[in-house]
């Protein structure tokens, strides 16, 4: 079973904290799956991770537009993607079920600290998944560097 990880975005937007994760995945060997609510933020997102450093080249490619299968990181707005991902990267506050941190090696959920509405929803989606028995971590960069605020275990 995968454990679902929390970050809460402080001082750093979704665009600089997601191609450092998306470093770390793909360094692990995992393919990737970002999960939008939306096919225009999600091709926003693309644009950004396009121009990101020469040395931090991020292979990827937006769902719908061909080899979505082959992609190592593919933008999507499905809940099954079609490279067959190990992590997913949730935004925008995207469903995550429990049977999603059950079949994947881990899902993070990224939500902006700044929005109300996104810091609910991510109450909630922390709740339905411990309630489930997801193991869970809290991760916040309020202090300027990424720490480990919470953590729960597998309770299921």
């Known amino acids: 079973m995968g454990a ?35 096919e225009a933020r999600l ?25 979505d299968a082959d992609q190592p990181i ?8 079609a490279n067959e991902p190990a992590c997913v990267m949730a935004i925008d506050g995207a469903e995550v079920t429990p049977e999603d941190c059950a079949s994947l090696e881990r899902v993070c959920i990224l939500f902006d600290g700044n929005d109300q509405a996104a810091v609910a929803t991510a ?3 922390w709740k ?18 990424w720490e480990k605020k919470a953590e729960s275990p597998a309770t299921g």
Do not use: M, N
């Not at 970050?7 to 939008?36: C, D, F, I, S």
């Open 4 to 38: 679902a990880y929390f970050y809460h975005l402080t001082r750093q937007p979704l665009e600089v904290t997601l191609p450092a994760l998306l470093q770390k995945a793909r360094g692990a060997g995992w393919r990737v799956a970002v999960r939008g609510t939306t």
């Open 74 to 81: 593919l933008l999507t707005t499905e809940a099954k993607a």
């Open 123 to 125: 109450r909630g989606q």
């Open 43 to 67: 091709r926003w997102l693309d644009e950004r991770l396009w121009l990101g450093p020469d040395d931090g080249f991020l292979p990827h490619g937006c769902a719908g537009t061909g080899f």
């Open 128 to 145: 339905a998944l411990t309630a489930a028995g997801t193991p869970a971590q809290y991760w916040s960069e309020e202090s300027g560097r």
